[in-house]
Each structure stands twice: as structure tokens, then as C-alpha cells.
């Protein structure tokens, strides 16, 4: 299995960006698919960006694409997610995943592995 650990998380003005890491430890030879994925209070935990490792291939949610990139780092066995032209409204605890088994990338179920979370505040 995995172990997960996620950084970079903060405050930050609308329109601005931060970027998160994940850092995999463990059974990193079984990482395909990771994705980062966003809960916020009173809502189920969703997708947001995923990432093939290996081939580089890359899938979003609608209301991140064109403002998130998600990207790995082999050499340092992280994940990235930078955030760019923040809004309100993602404002969530951020989660990395791992240990992808089945099913679509970005649903919380196709994945064993996950990190303890970084908080994301965007102020207006």
C-alpha cells in the first residue's frame, strides 16, 4: 500500500494560487493512477484532477480545467496540483489519492490510499 502526505495548503486571496504536493512513500511501484480529490464542509468529497504516472495523462473536473495542472515529480515520488485564478468556492480540504483499483479517476471509490488532507481557504 501507499502512504500518502499532502502539503502546501493556506489562505488566499480570490484570483490567486497555491500549489499542493503529495508525497508517496511505500508501495510506490503500484501507482498508476493518482488524482487529488476536495471536500467542503456539508459535501461529498469529489474529483478534481488525476494523473496517469508513466504516460502523463491528465483528466479533470469541468470547474477546475483550464485553471489547475496536475504533475508528477518520479524522481521525488510526488504529485503536484497547481492552483492558479482561485475562487471562493474552492475552498475544501484537499485530499491526494492513490492506489488506484477500478472505476472512473476521479470518483473517491476507485482508490485504496489516501492522505490526511491540506486546507485550502479562498477569501473574496
Known amino acids: 500500500q501507499v502512504q500518502l502526505q499532502e502539503s502546501g495548503g493556506g489562505s488566499v486571496q480570490a484570483g490567486g494560487s497555491l500549489r499542493l504536493s503529495c508525497a508517496a512513500s511505500g508501495d510506490t511501484a503500484s501507482r498508476k493512477w493518482m488524482a487529488w480529490f476536495r471536500q467542503a464542509p456539508g459535501q461529498e468529497r469529489e474529483g478534481v484532477a488525476a494523473?496517469?504516472?508513466?504516460?502523463?495523462?491528465?483528466t479533470y473536473a469541468d470547474s477546475v480545467k483550464g485553471r489547475f495542472t496536475i504533475s508528477p515529480d518520479d524522481a521525488k515520488n510526488t504529485v503536484s496540483l497547481q492552483m492558479n485564478s482561485l475562487k471562493p468556492e474552492d475552498t475544501a480540504m484537499y485530499y491526494c489519492?492513490?492506489?488506484?483499483?477500478?472505476?472512473?479517476?476521479?470518483?473517491?471509490?476507485?482508490?485504496?490510499?489516501w492522505g490526511q488532507g491540506t486546507q485550502v481557504t479562498v477569501s473574496s
Open positions: 489519492a492513490a492506489d488506484y483499483r477500478d472505476g472512473r479517476v476521479l470518483l473517491p471509490t476507485s482508490y485504496n490510499s
Open positions: 494523473i496517469f504516472i508513466g504516460t502523463g495523462i491528465t
